[in-house]
């Protein structure tokens, strides 16, 4: 069995070297240049990192919350107090920021199966606090057994949290989560509830019909604790999220096309001579 951690990135790099195999048959038997080109292509994932503007995302909870505008690192390109703090009363209370299609940079073309990850800049108001990050799609295909086909699917991150000094990142071989329908209000995808927390790679290997789903928000929140607990505040500076850079794929491909073309035009003109 492959390892969780392995699963999503061995099923990317098989399908990134099929296209290219499939090339290569195509237009040349062999060519040192154009492996080299593979090798660089398998071996290595570009991507990029669109940075959202925390002022713009949707601001949501429930219980007692509140959101407070103040200044921030993105001020000179988000505007004015850019940064966003969530103060909770309660470790039971909720409170939440979202970014999705609305919001500019939000990523076109966003998927669950293309995502590359995420960093968030933070600040904490003390060692207690736990944000996590919430996935939002709706599952098409009506196979994870929600009500609904048209529900809201949330992967809730379900962990210790992932905050390293200012950072907060998920990782989609190493960030745990759990499904829930987030529009009926019940766990989806296992016998133990909350409990069933897997990487989104392992998720998307279990369930590959969500692959193309498209992602629909990506969420910050802190808060329903299962426990009363004391009041918890985090402030959101930024949002990184990383995607998939198409132009670099796309430029090495056409870099591996046309060595072929010209290899194929070369050894037709020395058959003729």
Request: net charge negative.
């Amino acid at each position: 069995m492959v390892p969780e951690s392995c699963a999503g990135f061995t099923r990317k790099v098989y399908r990134m070297k099929s296209l290219l195999f499939r090339l290569f048959k195509q237009t040349l038997p062999c060519s040192a240049a154009v492996l080299a080109l593979l090798g660089v292509v398998v071996m290595s994932s570009p991507v990029r990192a669109d940075s959202l503007c925390p002022n713009a995302a949707n601001q949501n909870g429930s219980g007692n919350y509140t959101f407070t505008n103040v200044v921030g690192p993105l001020d000179a390109t988000c505007g004015a107090k850019s940064a966003v703090t969530i103060t909770i009363n309660s470790a039971t209370d909720y409170g939440r920021l979202a970014w999705d299609a609305t919001v500019a940079g939000y990523p076109a073309g966003l998927t669950l199966g293309n995502v590359a990850g995420a960093s968030a800049q933070v600040v904490l108001d003390g060692a207690a606090d736990q944000p996590f990050y919430m996935l939002g799609f709706t599952d098409s295909t009506d196979q994870l057994g929600q009500a609904n086909g048209g529900d809201q699917i949330l992967m809730i991150e379900f962990q210790n949290s992932t905050v390293s000094g200012s950072t907060m990142a998920f990782n989609p071989n190493t960030t745990l989560f759990n499904l829930y329908d987030n529009s009926q209000g019940f766990y989806l995808n296992g016998p133990n509830g909350q409990a069933d927390a897997h990487t989104l790679d392992y998720w998307l290997g279990q369930d590959p019909f969500l692959d193309n789903e498209a992602l629909q928000q990506v969420r910050i929140g802190i808060g329903l604790a299962g426990g009363a607990g004391p009041s918890e505040s985090v402030t959101v500076n930024s949002l990184d999220l990383n995607v998939p850079e198409p132009t670099s794929l796309l430029l090495l491909l056409t870099m591996v096309g046309t060595t072929g073309l010209g290899m194929r035009l070369t050894q037709r003109r020395n058959r003729r001579s």
